[in-house]
């Protein structure tokens, strides 16, 4: 089982970035997916959670608004449309899938990815 985080990089405060996540070595019905993200010196944190059939999203408090979680089971991929971003954002993202409902526990996710770094200039 194989997650592939993709889509970082260094962007200003206000500009946008996409994150995408492609899942392979098995399928993935069912699962939930989700993006969490770690600052240096910082726990790993839910930002986002998508519902396999992508009717139920959660976001964490800081990116309602400006994030946007997405999937494609056809492509087993999501993604995470991130707009009007902030320095405080800057961290690497990682995606994660578990076979259970949206949870904003690391321990509660059974794949990760490697993770991707997003950094936000001011």
């Known amino acids: 089982v194989q997650l592939q985080a993709s889509g970082g990089g260094l962007v200003q405060a206000g500009d946008s970035l996409r994150l995408s996540c492609a899942a392979s070595?098995?399928?993935?019905?069912?699962?939930?997916m989700a993006w969490f993200r770690q600052a240096p010196g910082k726990e790993r944190w839910f930002v986002a959670g998508?519902?396999?059939?992508?009717?139920?999203?959660v976001y964490t408090d800081s990116v309602k608004g400006r994030f946007t979680i997405s999937r494609d089971n056809a492509k087993n991929t999501m993604y995470l449309q991130m707009n009007s971003l902030k320095p405080e954002d800057s961290a690497v993202y990682y995606c994660?899938?578990?076979?259970?409902?949206?949870?904003?526990?690391?321990?509660?996710?059974?794949?990760w990815g490697q993770g991707t770094q997003v950094t936000v200039s001011s």
């Open positions: 998508i519902s396999w059939s992508g009717d139920s999203t």
């Open positions: 070595g098995r399928t993935f019905n069912g699962y939930t």
């Open positions: 994660a899938t578990r076979s259970g409902p949206i949870r904003g526990r690391v321990k509660l996710y059974d794949y």
